[in-house]
């Protein structure tokens, strides 16, 4: 049986669906998938959005050809997804990006209740979140807004029952195993538990997103005097 | 010499066919609420269909033009003036340094665009000049006009050039094609299903494609959400994000419809129903909250040809002004 199902949604794009459920890996092979698909310059197709276990494409509706050839581009898509499959996960290329991150404090107020929560010491829980190498599931929500997961289940926490109505921009924010980072000032329901300096998002700057699906995040504890030195510098 | 801003109006802000080609990175895509008239309006002035237009909702601004320029405006009838003199939608016009235009009441539709041969200037970021309104980038500083601005055109027209492109704007008789014309009001909008429609009761499809909704107040750029019967989930097992397109219908508990508009997040993560069909979205972006709507279902192969016929329209309607291109383009100073 195939792996993978492609729906249309709509008149103007299509779902590619990888598996069920929340999965590293299948995650990662959406990404993946939708790299692969990005260079292949699909014709008529604007965009390649991988998800959690998904992969989005948007045709544009204002191009003749790309209506009249969707049976082309079905099985030119299929066959691609079908390569792409072929090859073990471990072959696929990513980035490793660094992520400085000040830890509790005044830039991670839920860090010391989240602790508590898991019968650690921050210092265990700071440990749990930097030590393993996180992937970036997906970028959504805002714009360069990373999901970055899946992480020891001990982050396997509900969101805060009232959201906060101001989360300052780099805040490192967890729920349900996985992190999110806050590109701009924004309301918020996940527990923060540090902030990086990095800017997720610049639109003034030549590649306005720092981070893509598919890449690989390792969170590295700075210090107070450290943020406030490299938010500075960026 | 530039356009400068008398009065903002309500809501004018540009925007283009949308930001494209960066969604995988969280950036909405924005651009025009109504593509179809933005397009007709930038074909009425020999631009290309993704020059930035203003989009300007139910109360128009007050523009002082310091330089002369061809200009036109499609969509909503929001009683356009030129000096106070009553002018017409969906015809070019000339004006000149001291032209004052100005909206006045509402008779028909939500947003208008305003197309100036060459657009305005504008600095693209990830290649689209579509202001994002929450993301504060993109148009003019990423926000809508204040009283005050001013913005340069890309193109200048010499006056003492442009005679042969009045005489044919005075003369022009536009036979618009029927795939072009504004769909009456209450005419219902065409859905085509989703495929996890299954995941609601059986009634919900008939409920969302022959019963009537209303259009909430808190309708915008992001998204109209729609009053009417519960459409009620079989199946509550919760669902992980995924690309989300215009006029995809999505269904949060309540079981009230939204409908996905230009400024949606790329990914959403509440159980869809339906999309609305891409031709009838400038149909729905000219309803104001209060309104009522209708739907009826359409299948895939049909909304394709819809589609085809659309662009055919256009390229029709390229031809037919296309003397008028050729003299505006030989009024370049």
Known sequence: MRAWTIEPQGDTSLIIRLGEGLDTDICRRCAHLAEELRRAALSGVT???????????????????????????????????????????????????????????EYGPDLAE?????????????????????????????PGAPYVGIHDPLFDLPRRATPRTHVPRGSVAVAARQTIIYPQDSPGGWHIIGRTPLRMFDPLRPSPALLAPGDCLRFVPISPEAFVREQAAS | MSIRVIKPGMLSTFQDLGRTGSQHLGVPVCGAMDSRSHRFANLLVGNTHDAPTLEITLMGPTLRFEQTCCVAICGADL??????????????????????????????????YIAWRGGPTLTPVLDSASTDLRGGFGGLEGRALRAGDHFELDTRLDPMRLDKAQKLIQTLRLILPAALVPVTPGTPLRLIRHPMADLFAPDAWERLSCDTFRIHAASDRMGYRLVGPELVLRDRTPLLSEGTSMGTIQVPPDGQPIVLMADRQTTGGYAKIASVACVDLPAIAQHMPGETIQFKPLDLVQAHALLTRREAAFQQLAAQLTPLHRALDAARH
């Open chain 1, 47 to 105: 965009d390649i959005v991988p998800a959690f276990n998904s992969v989005t494409l948007h045709i544009s509706p204002s191009l003749d050809d790309a209506l009249s050839s969707r049976e082309g581009l079905l099985h030119d898509i299929d066959e691609r997804i079908a390569a792409a499959l072929a090859r073990p996960l471990a072959e696929h290329a990513y980035r490793v990006i660094d992520i400085p991150v000040c830890y509790g404090g």
């Open chain 1, 114 to 142: 989240l602790a508590q929560h898991c019968n650690l010491d921050e210092q265990a829980v700071i440990a749990a979140h930097s030590t393993a190498a996180a992937w970036v599931l997906m970028l959504g929500f805002a």
């Open chain 2, 79 to 112: 009683s356009p003036t030129l000096n106070g003199d009553p002018i017409l939608n969906h015809r070019p016009l000339i004006a000149h340094a001291g032209d004052e235009l100005s909206f006045g009441a509402r008779r028909s539709g939500m947003r208008a």
